[in-house]
């Protein structure tokens, strides 16, 4: 049987065996996972980001959280550098280039203090990645991030329509898959999605599911345990449910 048709037969990886032996990322290469609050959604993008930056195409992670320990804790592990915005100054001579930055600008406190600084810093670490390239730039919120200005919807879709053709990708995030643009399901090559409940969330997980069968999506995501992720890779059809 060339592929699933039920639940039952989707292979089940462990995720270190998953991030150590089967997940393969290429420049360009767009991510998207969906999963409501609390599914792990940052947790697992950090780990694939390890797995996946290095000084020659490192990762740009925009937080836009006052305080997140998540966020804290990846940096501390991994020695990414925390910035305000993005390009930085130039690395001292006997600073090792990092392979990843870390947008996390200080907020005010006001509302719309907070998204004025949030605008102009996500902004420019958004057309940062799509001029330079050979990037990775992960939204852990992404529909939250296009509501901030018209100018990170487009920049966030540029790379999405063209930021491959120069190894700029696009990792998107998001809790529901109708808040967040088209663009992050017609062009990611890899999607995970999470546990579902919501019945026309799984129908929409069922139609953008890497040419698979919708049904067998639904069923699947419906029955998905906590931190356990579906994951879908469109070039060869790949089809496997992650352990937490």
């Not at 966020?71 to 006997?94: A, E, H, M, N, Q």
């Not at 190894?167 to 809790?175: F, L, R, T, Y």
């Not at 663009?183 to 019945?199: I, K, P, R």
Request: glycine fraction near 8%.
């Amino acid at each position: 049987m060339p592929y699933p048709t039920r639940p039952s037969q989707i292979a089940v990886i462990p995720r270190e065996e998953f991030l150590a032996e089967r997940w393969h990322h290429k420049k360009g290469q767009h991510v998207t996972l969906l999963g409501a609050t609390q599914s792990g959604k940052t947790t697992l993008a950090f780990q694939l980001l390890e797995h996946s930056c290095s000084p020659a195409v490192p990762g740009v992670v925009m937080c836009m959280k006052n305080r997140d320990q998540t966020v804290t804790d990846f940096i501390k592990r991994t020695g990414w550098k925390r910035v305000s915005r993005l390009p930085t100054t130039r690395l001292r001579w006997w600073e090792e280039k990092p392979s990843g930055h870390v947008v996390w600008p200080r907020l005010p406190g006001d509302p719309d203090e907070d998204d004025a600084v949030l605008d102009d810093a996500m902004t420019h670490a958004t057309l940062w990645t799509y001029k330079k390239g050979d990037r990775n730039l992960f939204s852990d919120e992404a529909s939250g991030l296009a509501e901030l200005s018209p100018r990170i919807k487009r920049a966030q879709r540029a790379i999405w329509a063209r930021g491959a053709s120069h190894g700029a990708a696009n990792w998107a995030a998001s809790q529901r898959p109708v808040a967040i643009d088209h663009l992050a399901y017609n062009g990611a090559e890899h999607l995970f999605l999470a546990y579902e409940a919501d019945a026309q969330n799984r129908k929409r997980y069922g139609e953008i599911g890497g040419g698979q069968n919708p049904k067998l999506i639904e069923a699947t995501t419906a029955g998905l345990g906590p931190y356990y992720w579906l994951y879908l890779r469109k070039s060869d059809r790949t089809l496997c449910i992650i352990t937490p």
